[in-house]
């Protein structure tokens, strides 16, 4: 069964960085595109980006343009997200999700476990 | 971009209950919908894909319909595992790839 886990989430100050990553285990990890999602507390599902299978193409949600990266290591089978300039507004559980991905589909399946971060001085 | 609204906010039902919950696109989405089942502290789970094709190991108590701007999710009678927040998300028109704010079905 497909699994992935996240890490690197905390407590950061406004301003600050913080880099995320996302472990993926059983199944084939460069075929599939990849996401993060994110859920502020107590508040609904946000995308926050996609990448491609090859690292092409990168999508970002508006509120995160030009502060967060996507990236992913395919050897490493590893997704990253890396957040600079960061607000109160990002405190959020960020989740990574394999997408199914054809020309019909764009649908999140399995999700990450969740990683905390918070903002705030 | 494509703003999805879910009725009602939250359902108060009984166990063996059927329920309905709507989801509402702002410009036609075609059958390029998705349902999600959240549990507290968990992540979300994918139920629904095509507006009507049941995921992997979904009961067939759980069933969508529509097509459009206007969506259904039924669950025949719901069991207690059911309680949770359901959530709706187009993929026809992105990015960016929408959610609605989610539907919560509690005990009666």
């Known amino acids: 069964e497909a699994q992935l886990v996240e890490s690197g989430g905390g407590l950061v100050q406004p301003g600050g960085s913080l880099r995320l990553s996302c472990v993926a285990s059983?199944?084939?990890?460069?075929?599939?595109?990849m996401n993060w999602v994110r859920q502020a507390p107590g508040k609904g599902l946000e995308w926050v980006s996609y990448i491609g299978s090859s690292s092409s193409p990168i999508y970002y949600a508006d509120s995160v343009k030009g502060r967060f990266t996507i990236s992913r290591d395919n050897d490493k089978n590893t997704l990253y997200l890396q957040m600079n300039s960061l607000r109160a507004e990002d405190t959020a559980v960020y989740y990574c999700?394999?997408?199914?991905?054809?020309?019909?589909?764009?649908?999140?399946?399995?999700w990450g476990q969740g990683a905390q971060v918070t903002v705030s001085s | 971009e494509i703003v999805m609204t879910q009725s009602p906010v939250t359902l108060s039902v009984s166990p063996g209950e059927r329920v309905t919950l709507s989801c509402r696109a702002s410009q036609s989405v075609s059958s390029n919908l998705a349902w999600y089942q959240q549990k507290p502290g968990q992540a979300p789970r994918l139920l629904i894909y095509?507006?009507?094709t049941r995921a992997t190991g979904i009961p067939a108590r759980f069933s969508g319909s529509g097509s459009g701007t206007e969506f259904t999710l039924t669950i025949s009678r719901l069991q207690s595992e059911d309680f949770a927040v359901y959530y709706c998300q187009q993929y026809s028109n992105w990015p960016p790839l929408t959610f609605g704010g989610g539907t919560k079905v509690e005990i009666k």
């Open positions: 059983e199944f084939t990890f460069n075929a599939y595109p």
């Open positions: 095509g507006a009507s």
């Open positions: 999700a394999r997408m199914y991905s054809s020309s019909r589909l764009k649908i999140f399946d399995p």
